[in-house]
């Protein structure tokens, strides 16, 4: 009987996580660097340790009946040394070992069968050259390994673009891929049980900023024929990869392609909204799966929009959100952390309406209300680094 979750990592998406666990019922151990993480605050337990310390590993394993993970970049090491203590991690070190490696996951996908941008693996100068020369330009060259919310990225426009991106990446291996001037970008939650039954959230339509997520419009606005294909081709990536708990697959939609851009074997950014607009949540849903409850199929109540809240380096102090929430259909949801970092994710809102447009415009009125400034008790002085030791991407 599952009576324990542990949960590698410590960011928002693992607080989420935690707070439907603990309505469920379940415990929490969370494992995360930075103390007082996000999902620390909310968790039973957090043990204070870095992802490859492996007296700690084994520490979380033995407190946990089910381990999962919150963000890909847990060292595959981690995941093995649990799975050779026999420890149930959901989903397996497979998932992770394939989905955590661009390079891996790109190829993978191509050989189910998914259409993807084209891409070549670089791993040195002549692999360059010849991605070059084949892809040519405009490409984006991403780290194979480590990025996330558009980190690790380079947009390469021409060769002086490709011979700086080649000098920054140091050497680390590299995916080439051909920049994909998309109509759209959507995304699609899932969640897969151990006895290989599956759900599907509705699909979302996603804008970025800077390769971070801004926002989400559900349901995304795509015609039924290519939202099938949507939901054909993560059903089928879910299945090859054997994913047990909630998943997220990437695409973007371009004329009559849908292309596969990634698969985040964990709950997503891209799923927040489903806390207020579905009657589960895909944190729920990750639940069920990885304890063997029962799946059903997730149902929108209304139009939604979420917006993250992102830091701007402004200040600490979160104004203007005592107007937001005048805005009935609105709910507001802070991650708890302390430094408001550019672009760092702070928090998100998500709004419903009686239609797409209605929820879009109340959202992006509850945005202008919104601002940082700097704490009255540091005001004009430099801000303390809070976290610097390498925790979860997203605490
Ligand atoms: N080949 C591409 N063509 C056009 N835009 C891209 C391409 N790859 C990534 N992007 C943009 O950058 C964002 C972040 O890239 P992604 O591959 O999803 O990495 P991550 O989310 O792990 O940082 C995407 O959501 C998309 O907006
Ligand atoms: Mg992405």
New binding site residues.
Partial sequence: MIETIGILGGGQLGRMLTLEAKRMGYRVVTLEPLPNSPCGQVADEQIVAAYDDARAIGELGARSDVVTYEF?NIPLESIRLLQSQSRNVRPSGDVLRVTQD?ILEKTFVRDAGCAT?A?EAVTSADEMQNAVASLSF???M?TSRG???????W?VRDAGDAEVALGEARGAPCIY??????ER?VSIICARGSDGKSIAFPITE?V?DH???DTTIVPARLDSALAERVRANAALLGERLQIVGAYCV?F?ILGDDV?V??I?PRVHNSGHYSLDATQISQYEAHVRAICDLPLVQPRLLAPAVMMNILGTGEGDVLEGSAELLREPELKLHLYGKRHAALRRKMGHFTVLGSSVAEALAKASEGRSLLSWRPSTAVAGRPMMQIGASQPSPSA
């Fill in positions: 890909e661009r941008a891409f405009p490409a984006v991403k990025g996330y919310d558009g980190k690790g990225q947009v891929e051909r920049f994909v001037p998309f970008e996603n970025h390769g971070v997520l990437e973007f292309l851009n990634e985040a």
